[in-house]
């Protein structure tokens, strides 16, 4: 018997030491670091020429700008990239995002923004879905110099509200023109000059496989199945009581 309520009491504990873990915030960066790049779309221009994003410069004039000029890279990528300088932004980024508590310590106003844009999602819930280094080749990059803006149109899986581009030792959120939802799962970025960016999504969305949209895995910080082995062995342990207390009536 005293065997038996050892093992509850047991159970009993480390249910609890687990709730703080539970409760804790998720990390905001979860997936990031296995993720592919999200895919590029085509857009050829109005006159046929292929392109997967456009420069639009100060005067309106629109720049096709062809794959070979621009290398999206993702965050798995960042020990193999080339030049070696997009590893070492994306390395250099990933750690400090890792090093902040919070988003907010990132964006100060990152509350109003999600006001602004409509999105009643709390700041502590928003999490890294991708982070890419896009990089555009000295011809075009020149443009950039010079006022233009690259539109570059991604393929993404999961609902992103808004993106962060790091600018030297701080970062921007992208959002209104500068990030644009096209209704049809790819969304539009522009941006002013290479660099690191980061998508981001809220925690409680389900991520659907493409492979399969029948079947969505669980939200971020969504603990059913650490509850149901927890409940599954106070159960056990109860009927074990349960028989041990009956066989010493006997």
């Known amino acids: 018997m005293k065997k038996i309520m050892t093992v509850l009491l047991a159970l009993a504990m480390l249910a609890t030491l687990m709730m703080p873990v539970m409760a804790a915030k998720s990390d905001f960066v979860p997936s990031a670091e296995v993720k592919p790049a999200p895919g ?8 046929g020429t292929p392109a997967v994003g ?55 106003d990152l509350e109003e923004i999600l006001d602004q ?7 502590d819930d928003l999490v890294i879905n991708d982070l890419i280094h896009i990089y555009i080749d000295e011809e ?4 950039l ?16 509200i808004l993106a962060l581009k790091q600018d030297g030792d701080k970062w921007d959120a992208l959002f209104g ?19 690191v960016v980061a998508f981001l999504k809220s925690a409680t969305s389900v991520d659907v496989n493409p492979d399969d949209p029948g079947v969505s895995s ?14 599954s062995a106070f159960a056990v342990a109860a009927v074990v009581f349960a028989v041990v207390a009956k066989k010493q009536k006997v």
Do not use: H
């Not at 844009?117 to 700041?123: A, L, N, R, T, W």
């Open 140 to 143: 075009y990059e020149k443009y």
């Open 40 to 47: 590029v779309v085509e857009k050829p221009t109005e006159d």
């Open 117 to 123: 844009i409509g999105e009643d999602v709390d700041p």
């Open 54 to 108: 456009v420069i639009i410069m100060p005067d309106g004039t629109v720049i096709p700008v062809p794959g070979t000029a621009i290398i999206v890279t993702p965050l798995e990528g960042a020990d193999t990239a080339e030049p070696p300088s997009i590893g070492e932004e994306l390395n250099g980024a990933y750690d400090e995002l890792k090093s902040v508590e919070d988003l907010e310590e990132l964006i100060k």
């Open 218 to 231: 669980p939200t971020t910080g969504d603990f059913t199945m650490l509850y149901v082995v927890i409940g």
């Open 177 to 195: 023109e500068n990030w644009v939802d096209n209704g049809d799962g790819t969304y539009t970025l522009t941006i002013s000059k290479s660099g």
């Open 145 to 160: 110099e010079e006022g233009g803006e690259l539109q570059i149109t991604f393929e993404v899986t999961e609902d992103i």
